[in-house]
């Protein structure tokens, strides 16, 4: 599934949702599917800057993918995060960098997150790009 698919699926998966109280437990449920993360990743450097609940984010390389993996203390921030780890995960670094998370905008999430949440969101967003631009420079040096 290209990431232009996935970003189609869940904005067709978030407007089949009558109202934000659907759309927040489907939120938590995204977040309760995420597998859990091992303690031994949940140390202050996979840490999440920005964010008010406590997210933890790790990523590795397969055949020039980056897969993220992570976990949270908060349920609601647990499901944003396994959002955007299924949005970004399985993707070269390059895909990544160039393609922001639009349906953010197109379900009308901005508007129904918290300025913290919202500021959590995008801190995620960030450190995933982060680690690509990482990767791209390590496969980069790598293939000279």
Avoid at 43 to 54: D, I, M, T, Y
Avoid at 56 to 83: C, P, Y
Avoid at 134 to 143: D, E, F
Wanted: glycine residues 4%.
């Amino acid at each position: 599934m290209t990431i232009e698919e996935k970003q189609d699926r869940i904005i067709r998966e978030f407007q089949a949702l009558s109202d934000w109280q659907e759309r927040y437990k489907h939120i938590i449920k995204m977040g309760q599917k995420l597998p859990p993360l091992d303690d031994k990743y949940k140390v202050e450097e996979n840490l999440v800057r920005g964010c008010q609940s406590q997210v933890w984010l790790t990523t590795d390389t397969e055949d020039q993918k980056v897969i993220f993996n992570a976990d949270s203390d908060a349920a609601i921030t647990k499901g944003l995060v396994a959002m955007m780890v299924n949005f970004y995960s399985h993707e070269e670094p390059d895909t990544i960098l160039t393609h922001n998370p639009e349906f953010i905008k197109k379900i009308g999430m901005q508007e129904h997150l918290s300025p913290t949440r919202s500021n959590g969101l995008a801190s995620m967003i960030k450190q995933m790009k982060i680690y690509a631009m990482a990767y791209k420079a390590k496969m980069a040096g790598q293939s000279e």
